[in-house]
């Protein structure tokens, strides 16, 4: 029998150049074809130990990769689409200079968030005009159901066009009180590119990861006086850093405490931190997402996860919860809580949450974990089947079948 492993290596050695080199032809794109190369080959990593290694490896992984690249020019030339019709609903009329604001996304993306909608709605309809992201995506990052948010981004587009609301280039005066918006919509274009959501795409969407980092600099030029603007840029920037390691070989999702920390992006994470400390040095009062890299800085600050400052880490969730009293907060807090004081006072602060995140699969995953230390195998296995049940990716779904298995 074939050994998959060798099989993956030696189509990887054999036919990376002829797939690249076909792409290219077809395409005319060297990054997209390099791109959809890679991802065809971490799809055979993924499902040739399963599914068996195909008669002619080659022509499969050709097959992959055109499909992979005819999708991600699909994904490019729909955000296109949108940006022009973000412009023909928000005015006719072309804006007439780029005022403050060179880059064309960026500008539509603080147009798209005026402060006549509600906050809520301007991030949902800006992530949806502008920031790559799928009603369903959207209505996961939001807590609701797929229908209620599609009938908040219709409402959305509906007001602007009542109340008139005109595609004006933002002048340096708007952009302080359109910045919250901006903000958040992009700190939730990078969550989706960090964990997508949905199981039918790529666990980990590196082109909106990409764009969210490259947006938050560019408002950190014009803004850099800005605590919150620094902090999601430092927030970002420690997240990105460990992007090689949560995915193992097998295209499963490693979890934080599992990763690999040698093979951590060092630059990205003494930029992060530099951030963090300048932020800190300020001794102005922190801002959510200051607090959030804060967190972050603790975390990578760590030789191993056994070294991390957990009580640190649950004082500065202490903070963030007197700012943003989410239940995705709280969450995460039990999580730390869990590290400092034990799962049983952990569990104890998750069941509470349980009318405002049952459809959520972090909930139920949190839950089967802290169930899974406390020795509670069977009510472990049940939270496990509830997570595996509920829309996620397919490296988190790898992740939570194989942790509910090993329970026996």
Known sequence: ?????????????????????????RFGDLDIAEEAAAEAFATAVERWPADGVPPNPGAWLTTTANRKAIDRIRRESKRDDKQKEARM???????????????????????????A?????????TLRMLGGLTVPEIARAFLVQEAAMGQR??????????????????SAEDLPVRLDGVLAVLF????????????????????????????????????PRDGEVAGLLALMLLIEARRTARMSATGELVTLDEQDRGSWDAALITEGHRLVRERLASGVPPGRYQILAAINAVHTSAPDARDTDWSQVVALYDQLVRLDASPI??????????ELDGPAVALAAVDRLEDRLGVYREYHATRADLLRRLGRSSLSRAAYDHAIELPGNAAQTAYLVRRRDQLG
């Open 1 to 25: 029998m074939i050994d998959v492993r060798t099989a993956i290596t030696q189509a990887h050695q054999g036919e990376w150049a002829r797939v690249v080199a076909s792409l290219t032809r």
């Open 188 to 223: 939730l274009v990078f969550n989706e590119g960090y964990l997508a959501t949905g199981p039918d795409t790529q666990p980990v969407r590196v082109d909106l990861t990409t764009e969210a980092i490259r947006l938050t600099r560019l408002i950190r030029t014009l803004m």
């Open 329 to 338: 907060v709280a969450l995460n807090r039990a999580v730390a809580v869990a």
């Open 89 to 115: 609903w928000l005015d006719d009329d072309p804006p007439p200079s780029p005022g403050v604001i060179d880059d064309e996304r960026l500008r539509l993306i603080f147009t798209c968030c005026h402060p």
């Open 117 to 125: 909608l509600a906050m809520e709605s301007r991030v949902a309809l």
């Open 153 to 170: 981004i219709t409402r959305a587009k509906s007001k602007i066009k009542a109340a008139r609301i005109p595609y004006r280039v933002p």
